[in-house]
C-alpha cells in the first residue's frame, strides 16, 4: 500500500495518509497544503458543531 507521512498542523505528530482517501489526493496535488491528523479533524468539527448548535 502507498502511502505519504506528513504532520498534523494541530498536534503537530506524524500521521500517514493512505492511498484512495481524500487527505491522499490533495497532498499528491499540493504538497504544501497544512492537513489535521483523524482524531484532531473530529476535535474541531464536533467544536464547530457545538457553536453552530450554541446559537439557536
Same mark, same amino acid.
Do not use: H
Given at each position: 500500500?502507498?502511502? !505519504? ?18 487527505? !491522499?489526493?490533495? !497532498? ?27 446559537? !439557536?
Amino acid at each position: 500500500m502507498i502511502f !505519504y507521512e506528513t504532520e498534523c498542523m494541530l498536534c503537530k505528530q506524524q500521521f500517514k495518509l493512505e492511498e484512495g482517501t481524500k487527505k !491522499y489526493k490533495e !497532498y499528491k496535488v499540493d504538497r504544501k497544503k497544512k492537513l489535521w491528523c483523524d482524531p484532531c479533524e473530529r476535535n474541531v468539527l464536533d467544536q464547530a458543531r457545538k457553536g453552530f448548535l450554541s446559537r !439557536y
